[in-house]
């Protein structure tokens, strides 16, 4: 199972300004327990999952998704609760929406269009299928960033191949960033159908040693010269990640203490949730709600 971190591990190392490899582990760990404890805090998963997922149909033109849709492989629709399905036809039978734009991620409805083959979805127990890619993160065109890189094994990778030849792993990606590829990154490779998303779990300087088949894709063979994408978390997540798993490494270095001394409040500081701090990244972008009572 994929680790889906919001930072990756040479991320957290650069901030806290660690070369050393001795507390790998446990910087993985402290970024495994921030992310999912983000995802808990919020309500929201914000890491890609490919699946086929059914919603009960609305009986009317507007249908309300019980989670939120990055990209729609397929939306087919069943008048005989759910023993066959129609595919319907993206623009021409049905628009998506995030409940207030079109067209602009996270979706959350699906609205048939009048001019289509349907004037409602059909009411009753799963028959709505929808496949595709779900998660939560804006402007989700651009959060599969282009490494620059791609597969060269000169013979095509394998499905079960633990490795996978790229040209430099500690290369500038499109955008310039570095490391290119780190442990803890998702990769996609390939499209369409041959689609995979892969964990690396570790690099040397040409090799990727990865995790197959990850968030709901299946392995598959990948020719020489193919695309290899890095999925780039939402950033406020990314930093929320990032500074609450540092927040978690340095109480580790307290014996996990509850409690941490801050010389610039003269005073203690207590975490046992989410850091004071991380809470407000979240709650300023609109992603955590404050508790009431």
Same mark, same amino acid.
């Given at each position: 199972?994929?680790?889906?971190?919001?930072?990756?591990?040479?991320?957290?190392?650069?901030?806290?300004?660690?070369?050393?490899?001795?507390?790998?582990?446990? =910087? *993985?760990?402290?970024?495994? #327990?921030? @992310?999912?404890?983000?995802?808990? !805090?919020?309500? $929201? &998963?914000?890491?890609?999952?490919?699946?086929?997922?059914?919603?009960?149909?609305?009986?009317?033109?507007?249908?309300?998704?019980?989670?939120?849709?990055?990209?729609?492989?397929?939306?087919?629709?069943?008048?005989?609760?759910?023993?066959?399905?129609?595919?319907?036809?993206?623009?021409?039978?049905?628009?998506?929406?995030?409940?207030?734009?079109?067209?602009?991620?996270?979706?959350? =409805? *699906?609205?048939?269009?009048? #001019?289509? @083959?349907?004037?409602?979805?059909? !009411?009753?127990? $799963? &028959?709505?299928?929808?496949?595709?890619?779900?998660?939560?993160?804006?402007?989700?065109?651009?959060?599969?960033?282009?490494?620059?890189?791609?597969?060269?094994?000169?013979?095509?990778?394998?499905?079960?191949?633990?490795?996978?030849?790229?040209?430099?792993?500690?290369?500038?990606?499109?955008?310039?960033?570095?490391?290119?590829?780190?442990?803890?990154?998702?990769?996609?490779?390939?499209?369409?159908?041959?689609?995979?998303?892969?964990?690396?779990?570790?690099?040397?300087?040409?090799?990727? &040693?990865?995790?197959?088949?990850?968030?709901?894709?299946?392995?598959?063979?990948?020719?020489?010269?193919?695309?290899?994408?890095?999925?780039?978390?939402?950033?406020?997540?990314?930093?929320?990640?990032?500074?609450?798993?540092?927040?978690?490494?340095?109480?580790?270095?307290?014996?996990?203490?509850?409690?941490?001394?801050?010389?610039?409040?003269?005073?203690?500081?207590?975490?046992?949730?989410?850091?004071?701090?991380?809470?407000?990244?979240?709650?300023?972008?609109?992603?955590?709600?404050?508790?009431?009572?």
């Amino acid at each position: 199972m994929s680790l889906n971190l919001y930072a990756t591990l040479s991320h957290i190392k650069a901030a806290l300004d660690i070369a050393a490899a001795t507390d790998d582990t446990v =910087l *993985l760990t402290c970024l495994r #327990n921030a @992310s999912r404890l983000i995802d808990r !805090a919020t309500g $929201r &998963t914000y890491y890609p999952e490919y699946a086929v997922r059914y919603v009960d149909g609305s009986g009317s033109d507007r249908l309300w998704l019980p989670w939120p849709l990055l990209e729609a492989t397929e939306v087919a629709l069943s008048s005989d609760l759910g023993t066959t399905y129609t595919a319907l036809t993206a623009s021409t039978d049905y628009w998506l929406s995030n409940g207030s734009r079109w067209d602009v991620t996270p979706y959350q =409805l *699906l609205v048939l269009n009048p #001019n289509g @083959s349907y004037g409602a979805w059909y !009411a009753g127990r $799963r &028959t709505v299928r929808i496949t595709g890619t779900w998660g939560w993160r804006p402007e989700y065109a651009g959060a599969w960033e282009d490494t620059g890189d791609t597969v060269q094994d000169a013979v095509a990778v394998s499905a079960a191949a633990p490795q996978i030849t790229v040209t430099s792993t500690t290369g500038t990606d499109a955008l310039g960033l570095t490391p290119r590829f780190a442990a803890g990154n998702l990769v996609k490779i390939g499209s369409g159908t041959g689609m995979e998303f892969c964990e690396v779990t570790a690099t040397t300087s040409t090799k990727l &040693t990865v995790t197959r088949g990850q968030n709901g894709t299946t392995a598959a063979s990948h020719t020489n010269g193919t695309a290899i994408y890095r999925w780039r978390p939402y950033e406020v997540v990314e930093q929320a990640a990032l500074t609450q798993a540092a927040r978690f490494y340095k109480r580790a270095q307290q014996a996990y203490a509850d409690a941490g001394a801050s010389v610039e409040l003269g005073r203690l500081v207590y975490a046992k949730r989410l850091d004071p701090d991380v809470e407000v990244i979240l709650l300023e972008a609109g992603l955590k709600r404050l508790a009431v009572g």
